[in-house]
């Protein structure tokens, strides 16, 4: 069992940053892949970005591309996403999730799930 506790939502202005982290405990993390989903209202859960279990890998929506970065501290057994250049249409709950695959980019491949951090964003 894996338990995830995400931190660092809250209100942004447009253009401005958030940095989220994604706190597990349970099981060995380094053994799973990691992923931020997101869900705004009236909408499905969509991926947003994803990190296999070394770091070394990692995959991004086309819509946050070049502005979001995720990373991980297997020491610390974190997992963080670095939102840049924020816009309105980012506003949702973010989720992280735990995957026994290497990598997975879709919600049902993710195993656990952490209970969300709201991201609003002014405009």
């Known amino acids: 069992q894996v338990q995830l506790v995400e931190s660092g939502g809250g209100l942004v202005q447009a253009g401005g940053s958030l940095r989220l982290s994604c706190a597990a405990s349970?099981?060995?993390?380094?053994?799973?892949?990691m992923g931020w989903f997101r869900q705004a209202p009236g909408k499905e859960r969509e991926f947003v970005a994803a990190?296999?279990?070394?770091?070394?890998?990692?995959y991004y929506a086309d819509s946050v591309k070049g502005r979001f970065t995720i990373s991980r501290d297997n020491a610390k057994n974190t997992v963080y996403l670095q939102m840049n250049s924020l816009k309105p249409e980012d506003m949702a709950v973010y989720y992280c999730?735990?995957?026994?695959?290497?990598?997975?980019?879709?919600?049902?491949?993710?195993?656990?799930w952490g209970q969300g951090t709201q991201v609003t964003v002014s405009s």
């Open positions: 349970g099981r060995t993390f380094s053994s799973y892949a």
């Open positions: 999730a735990a995957s026994i695959l290497s990598i997975a980019i879709t919600p049902g491949e993710y195993d656990y």
């Open positions: 990190i296999s279990w070394s770091g070394g890998t990692t």
